[in-house]
């Protein structure tokens, strides 16, 4: 059984009637019912539509998962020939004007290449905004399609001055992958990675999902709502911790080899002077699994058999071992993706992009869901500042 947290609610008379007070975070609060993802009723395991994320994450091809996600079941044949043509014709087609765009932007972290280019896709692709379900799916094939393209354009024009297109004729996974390294992947390779991003396509109301939920409330158009998910996934707390977890590991790495010590054993020491100094330990905790994130042992299957995989499972596991020893908390599928995609030869910063590769699946699967029952998602505030105050001209505020 999954871990119980109990948290609590209070009520209180508010200026506008009776006010729920929610615990901070939103702990365990429930602003609304989805049939896309969640937790099951022994709370063990996150539902993807009505399978279990670890058998669709182990065995579904991208478009076959997208696919679930967007229209609620797994494709037959020619559903799942569609939707593959549609998303590799779409690959091919980001605006050549988006390219120029970010041929402008800085040399800085590459989730801000996503947001930036994601608004001018909006711009060219949908000028005027509409609900009706052929142009919602429209777009969300086409930003589901469009999203590795710009991420890895922004981030070979930031390095190199230059970029890879995309070929249609390639899988979508294996085409983004190929993108990011620069080179053809093998088929295990392009598996590997393709099944880290089925992983990572949905995850109930976590933080990013919210944040386009929210403002899809508003009735704004999918293009600024996945801008907004996209800053919401590049905070440290949230997708940012893929690429910090790995940073971790490698800096244990380079202090074991230091001390003559092998990773495996160094990782205790060097885990329990972080905790002794209060650190986070990026890659560990989640507000859901509380035990085990089963998207870790998916993970796992294909670490083992990419470079290094026994010697980077051995890290991993005595990692685990020593950090439910010491605090109660599981590794998280961060953890493990970011050890993933080292072995897959990919630099760091592009981790979360990755993220956001297979998160925009659920994202605009959301919007959809969302408009389509949509109420305004406004909380209330408690004012607890002061009140009375008066205005006072500048001549004479702030005197001696
Ligand atoms: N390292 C050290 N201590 C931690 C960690 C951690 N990684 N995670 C939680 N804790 C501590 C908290 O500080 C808290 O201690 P306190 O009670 O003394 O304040 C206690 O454990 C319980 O924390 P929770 O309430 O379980 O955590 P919460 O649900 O609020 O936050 C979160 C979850 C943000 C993921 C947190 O565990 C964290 O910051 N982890 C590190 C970042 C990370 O890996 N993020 C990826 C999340 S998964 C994803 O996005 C795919």
């Not at 996974?173 to 990011?180: G, P, T, V």
């Not at 083992?304 to 599928?333: S, T, Y």
């Amino acid at each position: 059984m999954a871990k119980r947290i109990e948290v609590e609610c209070k009520y209180e008379e508010g200026p506008l009637g009776r006010y729920i007070i929610v615990p901070k975070g939103l702990y365990n609060v429930v602003p609304d019912t989805t049939t896309i993802s969640g937790v099951d009723p022994t709370g063990q395991h996150t539902i993807y539509r009505g399978y279990t994320i670890a058998d669709i994450g182990e065995h579904a091809s991208f478009y076959e998962a997208a696919h679930l996600f967007l229209y609620g079941h797994l494709p037959c044949e020619d559903e799942l020939r569609e939707i593959k043509r549609k998303i590799d014709t779409y690959r091919a087609q980001v605006p050549e004007k988006v390219f120029d765009a970010l041929k402008l932007a800085a040399k800085t972290h590459p989730m801000y290449y996503g947001s930036y280019a994601v608004t001018l896709l909006g711009q060219y692709y949908a000028p005027e905004w509409r609900f009706d379900d052929d142009f919602l799916y429209e777009h969300a094939l086409r930003l589901i399609a469009a999203i590795p393209v710009v991420f890895t354009a922004g981030w070979h024009l930031a390095h190199n001055g230059t970029f890879i297109r995309p070929d249609p004729n390639l899988d979508h996974a294996k085409d983004a992958l190929r993108m990011i390294i620069g080179r053809m992947p093998s088929d295990l390779e392009a598996r590997a990675f393709e099944s880290s991003l089925v992983l990572y396509m949905d995850h109930g109301f976590n933080a990013s999902t919210f944040t386009v939920r929210v403002i899809a409330s508003t009735l704004s158009d999918m293009y600024s709502a996945i801008a907004g998910g996209i800053g919401a996934l590049k905070g440290p707390l949230h997708g940012g911790a893929n690429e910090k977890a790995m940073q971790m590991l490698l800096e244990a790495k380079e202090q074991a080899e230091k001390a003559g010590k092998p990773l495996e054993e160094y990782i205790e020491e060097y885990l329990l002077q972080k905790l002794a100094r209060k650190e986070k330990i990026m890659g560990f905790g989640h507000r859901v699994y509380k035990i085990h994130d089963p998207r870790t042992d998916v993970a796992a299957k294909f670490i083992k058999q990419l470079p290094d995989g026994e010697f980077w499972l051995k890290v991993l596991k005595k990692a685990e071992e020593v950090m439910w020893r010491e605090k109660k908390l599981p590794a998280n599928i961060d953890f493990y993706t970011g050890v993933l995609y080292y072995q897959l030869g990919i630099p760091i910063p592009m981790y979360t992009p990755i993220f956001a590769m297979g998160r925009i699946v659920g994202w605009t699967s959301h919007y959809i869901e969302q408009v389509k029952n949509n109420k305004i998602i406004r909380p209330t505030e408690k004012y607890v500042g002061p009140t009375g105050l008066k205005y006072v001209p500048l001549e004479e505020r702030c005197k001696k």
